[in-house]
Each structure stands twice: as C-alpha cells, then as structure tokens.
C-alpha cells in the first residue's frame, strides 16, 4: 500500500505541471479510500459529463485544463473539489442535487452552505450578475476571464477575494462593502476598464491587487491611521512590522498617472509611507469636493498664496485657471498633477516660476510666459499634449520641458528661446519679421566650437565656417543633412558629434584635423571617406554601422585604431599607409607612443563579417600588424601592400597566377642576391603556425625554395 500511494502522488503532482490533457489517474487517500481526480472525458454537444467512478475509483476532484470544446458541465455528488484553467467557452455548471460539498444555482458553483463563490461561467451571457448575501469569500479565479460580464453587486457581508478574483474581466467599477478584510494579489489583474476605485476602511490585508490594470486612474484609500491599526500586507499582526501599508501592497499600480486619494487626518504619515515611489498623493477632501454635485458648495479652484507665492493650486472643476494678480512667483510644485487643467493665464506682474511648477499637467495644452520673468529651471515637464510655449525675451536661462514632446517654443530670433529650442530639438516659431531664413546653428562664445546643429535644417549640404575648431558632442546628432564640409581649422570631433545622422553620406575633410572620437560618424550613411593626412587618432566605434562603405584609407599619421569599423558590412578593403615596426593590442593610454609605434586595438570589436576584409599594410610593418589582427573576430586577412593586385598563391613569386619553374629560378636567384623583385608574400611557403593556423614568418630561406621544388616535383 506506501508504494501505491508513493506512484500515485507522484503521478497526480505530474498532472498538475502539464497543460496535456491526461486520462483519470487513481489516487489512494491516508484513509485507503480509493479516489481519482477527473482530468479529461468525452464530450457530447458540448457538455461533459463528470462520471462518479472511473476504473473503480471514485472521482472527488475535477481538474480540466485547455478544453474549448466544453461548454456545459454536470458534476456527480461525489466531487468535492473542482479546478477548471482556460477553458473559456463553459456558460454553465450544474452540480448534482445530493452533492453535500457543492450546489449550483443559476449554472455558477457555490461551496455546500453558499458562503464562498467558486466558479463563475466565463462565458455566460449574462452582463450583470448579483452576488448572493450569503456569500463571505469570492473564490479564487472565481470569475476569471468572464469576458461579457460588465458589472457585479457585492453582498454587505463579503469579508474575503482570492487570488485573481477578478482578473482579465471588463468590469468598470466595483462597490467595496465596508466588511470586507481582505484582498489577495491580483484580485483585480489585467482589468484594462477598471478607471477607480474605493477602498474601504474595514481592510486589513492587501496585496498588489491591481497588476496591470492600465486604465486605473483613481484610488480612494478611506483607512485612517494605517500604522496604529495595523494595516500589513501580510495581515493582521499587532506585533508584526507596520510599515507594510497602501504604498507596498499597491505594487505595481504605482503610477505618476494615478491619483491615491487619502484621509486628510494621515496625508503625512501616508506621504512618509509613500516616499520614493511614483504616485499622485491627494486630500480625500478633494475627492469629495470634486464629485460633490452642489456647484455653490466651494470654489472651483482653491489657491494657496502666501506672500505673492502661490503655494498650491487644487482643482475641482473647470479646465481653466486664471492665476489672482497678486501673485509674483509660481512656487516648486504649485500646478503639480492638475490633470484636468487644459489652460491657465497667468498675471503680468509675475516675476519668478520654480522646479516643477507646471509638472505632470497632462490636459495642459498652451503655455504663455509673462514678460519679466528671467529663468524656467525645470518649471515645465511631463505636460505631454503641451503644444505651445511662448517665452519672452525676459528669460536668460532655460532648462527643462522633460516629458513635453510635442511642445513647440515661440519667441524672438535670437533669443534664450530659440537657442534652447535648437539645443533640445524643439520646433521653433519667431515671433518678429527678422527670422533667419533657415534654423539656427549655436557656436560657442568665441566662435570655436560647433555646439548645435539644428535637426530640422532643410539644406541638403552645410559648410562649417573656418575658425571653428571643434565639433561638440551630438551637435549634427540625428540631423537629415547629406553633406557637410569641414574646415582646415578643425582639430577634433568629439564623441557621436553625427551620431544617427542617418541621412549623411558625404564628409569632406581638410587637413589639420587630428581626432575623431567614439561613435562620431557612428549610424550615418557614408558611401566613401577621404582621411585627411593631419589625423592622429581614431576612436572607438566612430564609424560604426556605415553599411555602404566599401573601402577606407587610414592616413600615415594615425597612431591609434579602436575597433571604428563594426557594424561596417560592406567593408571590403582597408589601408593602413602607417609603416610601424611596433603595434600594440591592449596598449595603457598613459603610455606614450614612438614615432614608430601604433595602438592598435581593432577594427571591427566584436562584430564578424560575412566575407573577408583585406587590410593592406605597408611591407615592412606586415609582422607587426598580423600579429595584432590574429585576435580580431571578424574576418580580417593582413596583406602586405606588395601584393595588391595579386593573387595569394604559394610560390608564384613572379606574379603570373601559377607556379613553375620560373618561379623556382626566381626565388633561387633572390636567395642569392641576384633580384630584389619578387613577391615575397607569395615566396614564404613554410608558414609559421602552419599547423595551428595561417600566419607568414616573413623569412624566405632555402628551406622555402627546397619546399617550392617539391610542389613541382608532385605529379
């Protein structure tokens, strides 16, 4: 009998892991009692029927996974459990009559006594459904799925909702009676209707109930004093940790869109309880004044002002906002989360707005800066409809409108307003007749330094002006031009200075520029690229997924190579004219490079090609630079410059595209001084590693001239 019930634990845990429909498998109680679980059985017209025995054992569970052909259910007397996992076509159950554990009433299942929902039809027509008053605990999964339920009447007496409850249903809202205790995790998930919510004083246990519920908007907290009364997601427990309250049980509901309407008497003990997370904390009394439906009860707008610092601004009803005249400074968070605020006038005499005045004011749709006003530091963010801001001439510092995308900036050409607005590539209207024909490009005081280019240039080419010595950071990022040209007074790119510049494909460089740095041209369209001779060093990745370019020159002068060519597909050649006896992988910055020594820290990083990509070298510098390019992972073949043009072929030292014996004359006559002029790539037959992998020992000895007699010696 143990091995019996040792086989048929193992065999019902088995069936609970696997979503393939199975057949009834025997299980032994610790009484002996012969039972099985029902896992599958014939259906007919779309109604299973539950047999009370099956192979002799009698079925006291139902476990049904992935069945879409059941629609009807009937249930013996004998089951006392029942689980049923996507099977989204049932509209009805029906228990048997005489079944002492469960009933059926309306085709939804119910425990024996009625006080806990079990299952509720996911497809039953009905669109309203009221819970009996009997009922103190909505099971788990009970209505699940219910996909044509809009709204259920819950009982005064309801204590309890299990696990997903509710989950993946369409009901708008839900009445919280004031007994209910407690709501298990994702009682309500993936509820996307679900716009508000109350709940009630009497809860005790609440745990991250509202998973995905992505239209939730508002939630009214009416429990007053969490801590005191021990409001724990794990529940009731005087001597448990009280910290676990509204702020870790929400979970993943936190939203900076979502409004949490609290007690005024524990706004601060929930605002120290919230601290960190993202949400949208308010006054119940708001809440109240909001949906009070007596217009003359309160002003539609309440303003907090002390000192002609407007502190507050509470909203009830009404789109519109007019700031009182005595007001001269906007203070940090005024505006916060008015949602519902499409436009707002503000007074003349205003001088001064702080941080996040105007944060998260997500109707907002214009904006008009007042003149006198001299600084916006971060005043204006996350109003995402925001359209239009208009800035005086006033304001000499701007930083900010984070989370305003679809903003554009009015002001005069020339001003604060324009040059932010070219910075952080906003649209830009000038409000005077004198409006430069095309948007503005920023230089640094001195004329120096390129530090923006505009993204919405409509030229196709632009000439950086001479005096110019540097290319800041970003400053062509993203631009749509076609063709830049650079002057001789350019000494450096800085890092992704034409990063996604996705539209260039010429540049043309002048001599006197000595640095390219990380990701500058990395994402642009480069069909050819002509380095000058003054260039020094290439960094990291700078031309990085130019898939048209074909074939690049490295100038003499550069020391320095990391790895600038990955993500260039189409690269099939380089030359590298640097003729250095000394090439370092891995080499420490700090140390300072000889006239004949290179950096060399790649050319493609970790991105592998397709086909090869020779890289041509000069002869003397073969060594040094194979060497180096054993460790790339792409497909990089070194060649000497001597053998551009011909083929790799052992022993053809003359260069005709085969081996013969005047081939064998040559390389003997070379060995003996008599001729210089040979392919000697093509002459070091015996390779170095030749039984590890391809690599030349830049030697060519009688020992290659005896090997090269073999292969003509072969038949």
Excluded at 408 to 428: L, R
Excluded at 458 to 486: D, H, M, Q, S, W
Excluded at 604 to 625: E, I, K, Q
Aim: aromatic share 10%; charged share 25%; glycine share 6%.
């Amino acid at each position: 009998m143990k091995k019996a019930k040792a086989i048929s634990f193992i065999l019902a845990a088995a069936l609970t892991m696997t979503s393939i429909p199975c057949i009834p498998v025997t299980a032994f109680s610790a009484a002996g009692v012969n039972e099985t679980t029902f896992v599958s059985g014939d259906c007919e017209d779309g109604q299973l029927v539950i047999p009370e025995t099956e192979s002799g054992a009698t079925v006291t569970e139902v476990y049904l996974k992935n069945e879409k052909d059941v629609k009807t259910i009937k249930i013996p007397a004998t089951v006392k459990k029942i689980k049923i996992i996507n099977c989204p076509n049932i509209t009805s159950y029906e228990v048997a009559e005489d079944n002492p554990y469960l009933c059926s009433v309306d085709g939804v299942i119910y425990d024996k006594d009625m006080k806990t929902v079990l299952r509720y039809p996911p497809a039953k027509e009905d669109t309203e459904f009221k819970v009996p008053d009997t009922v103190e605990t909505i099971g788990e999964s009970a209505f699940a799925y219910a996909k044509n339920l809009k709204k259920t009447d819950l009982p005064d007496g309801l204590i309890t909702i299990k696990e997903r409850a509710f989950s993946d249903t369409e009901i708008s809202s839900f009445d919280l009676p004031e007994s209910l205790i407690e709501i298990f995790p994702y009682a309500f998930a993936n509820n996307t209707s679900l716009t508000s919510i109350t709940l009630p004083a009497s809860l005790k246990r609440i745990t991250d109930q509202f998973h995905c519920c992505t239209s939730l908007r508002e939630i009214v907290v009416l429990h007053e004093h969490p801590d005191e009364d021990n409001l724990s997601a794990y529940g009731p427990d005087p001597d448990g940790d009280l910290y676990s309250q509204m702020f870790s049980i929400l979970g993943s509901v936190m939203s900076k869109d979502i409004s949490i309407y609290v007690p005024d008497n524990s706004y601060e003990r929930y605002l120290y309880y919230s601290w960190g997370q993202e949400c949208n904390l308010r006054l119940l009394s708001e809440y109240e004044k909001m949906h009070d439906d007596d217009p003359d009860a309160h002003e539609d707008v309440e303003f907090t002002i002390r000192d002609g610092v407007l502190a507050s601004v509470r909203m009830y009803r009404g789109t519109s906002v007019v700031v009182p005249d005595e007001v001269t400074t906007i203070g940090e968070g005024a505006f916060y989360h008015c949602t519902d605020m499409v436009s707002v006038t503000l007074p003349a005499g205003l001088k001064k707005i702080e941080s996040n005045a105007f944060s998260q004011c997500t109707s907002l749709e214009e904006l008009v800066i007042p003149e006198g006003v001299e600084r916006l530091y971060f005043s204006v963010k996350d109003c995402p409809n925001l359209k239009k801001v208009v800035i005086p001439e006033s304001v000499k510092q701007i930083w900010g409108f984070n989370g305003c995308e679809n903003v554009t900036i009015y002001g005069k050409s020339d001003s604060e307003a324009e040059v932010f607005a070219v910075k952080e590539n906003f649209p830009f209207v000038a409000l005077d007749d004198s409006a430069p024909s095309r948007p503005l490009v920023l230089f640094s005081d001195d004329g120096t330094e390129l530090e923006k280019f505009p993204s919405k240039y409509e030229g196709e080419t632009y000439t950086v002006p001479e005096g110019v010595k540097r290319i800041k950071r970003y400053a062509f990022a993203n631009c749509k031009i076609k063709k830049v040209i650079l002057p001789e007074s350019l000494e450096e790119i800085e890092e992704c200075a034409f990063y996604n510049a996705a539209s260039l494909e010429s540049v043309e460089f002048n001599e006197g520029l000595r640095v390219i740095d990380m990701y500058a041209f990395s994402g642009c369209d480069l069909r050819s690229v002509e380095l000058p001779e003054s260039l020094r060093v290439i960094e990291k990745c700078a031309f990085e997924d130019n898939t048209e370019l074909k074939a690049i020159t490295i100038p003499e002068n550069v020391s320095k190579l990391d790895s600038p060519f990955g993500g260039c597909l189409s690269l099939k050649e380089i030359t590298i004219k640097r003729a250095d006896k000394k090439a370092f992988r891995n080499l420490a910055s700090s140390k300072e490079l000889g006239d004949d020594e290179t950096e060399y820290q790649g050319l493609f990083g970790d991105y592998w090609l397709d086909s090869y990509c020779s890289v041509y070298v000069p002869d003397p510098a073969f060594l040094a630079f194979e060497d180096v390019c054993n460790s790339e992972n792409a497909n990089v073949l070194v060649l000497p410059e001597s053998m551009r043009g011909h083929t790799i072929l052992d022993g053809d030292v003359n260069g005709d595209n085969e081996v013969t014996v005047a081939d064998a004359v040559m390389l003997q006559n070379y060995l003996l001084g008599k001729t210089k002029d040979i392919l000697w790539y093509n002459g070091d037959i015996i390779d170095e590693y030749s039984d590890m992998f391809h690599g030349k020992s830049g030697q060519i000895d009688v020992f290659d001239l005896i090997e090269l007699k073999k292969k003509l010696l072969k038949p």
